[in-house]
């Protein structure tokens, strides 16, 4: 009973909770640029506003341990100053001490995440929201905090978005991450921005609010 708890009060959260619109949003927004991402295997394509000192891209297959059904496509965006890392196998750790970078994703094989059920949609967002903290928090030593969990029709498309950060004030650490998921077939895109430096707390206050409104300007076509 204790293990199905959680699960019945994010249900009833997501019953209780509004869903907020968010229609196309013309102008651009300062400091940014607007980039154009064909997904493999013709799923799509995507429209974004990225930071304007993402200067780098790359795409790479993520590799299971289970063959395509483990294995995930990446989409990667970030300064070309900084470290690039293609994560593989099973396991891996963020070793580099700045990151600054959007990772879009999707698995290989589209089957079995998604069946239409926004509350299962919901509440896997959530649990992947919740995966992605521990991780941080054990690679980053920066204990992180929930500071949005919300649901949004974006350009007619429902999203899910979980964010979190943190700050260690001992190290000057700072940690934090906004994901945000739409249904893609029988599959999620995720949209995961990330962040990590050594500067002070007040410098990266506005990072969660800035990249939320650049996922309000997400547009995908030709993706059912």
Avoid at 91 to 105: C, F, N, P, S
Avoid at 122 to 150: P, R
């Amino acid at each position: 009973m204790s293990r199905l708890l959680p699960a019945i009060l994010a249900i009833l959260l997501f019953s209780c909770k509004n869903v907020n619109e968010t229609k196309f949003i013309q102008g651009r927004l300062p400091n940014t640029k607007e980039l154009t991402l064909s997904l493999a295997d013709s799923l799509g394509l995507v429209y974004l506003t990225v930071p304007g000192q993402y200067d780098t891209a790359v795409s790479w297959v993520h590799f299971g341990d289970c063959g395509q059904r483990c294995n995930y496509q990446k989409y990667r965006y970030q300064p070309k100053a900084l470290p690039l890392q293609k994560e593989n196998g099973f396991y891996w750790l963020d070793t580099a001490g700045v990151i600054d970078r959007l990772t879009i994703q999707h698995r290989q094989q589209l089957v079995d995440e998604y069946d239409g059920n926004r509350e299962y949609f919901y509440l896997s967002a959530v649990s992947l929201g919740e995966e992605e903290a521990f991780g941080v928090s054990v690679d980053d030593t920066v204990e992180l905090h929930l500071v949005l969990d919300t649901l949004q029709m974006i350009n007619n498309r429902p999203f899910a978005i979980v964010a979190y950060e943190g700050f260690n004030p001992d190290s000057k650490r700072y940690s934090g991450f906004l994901l945000a998921v739409t249904p893609m077939k029988q599959g999620y895109l995720r949209f995961m921005f990330r962040r990590k430096n050594k500067q002070a707390a007040g410098s990266n206050q506005e990072f969660i609010r800035g990249v939320k409104h650049m996922v309000e300007r997400v547009r995908i076509e030709s993706v059912i």
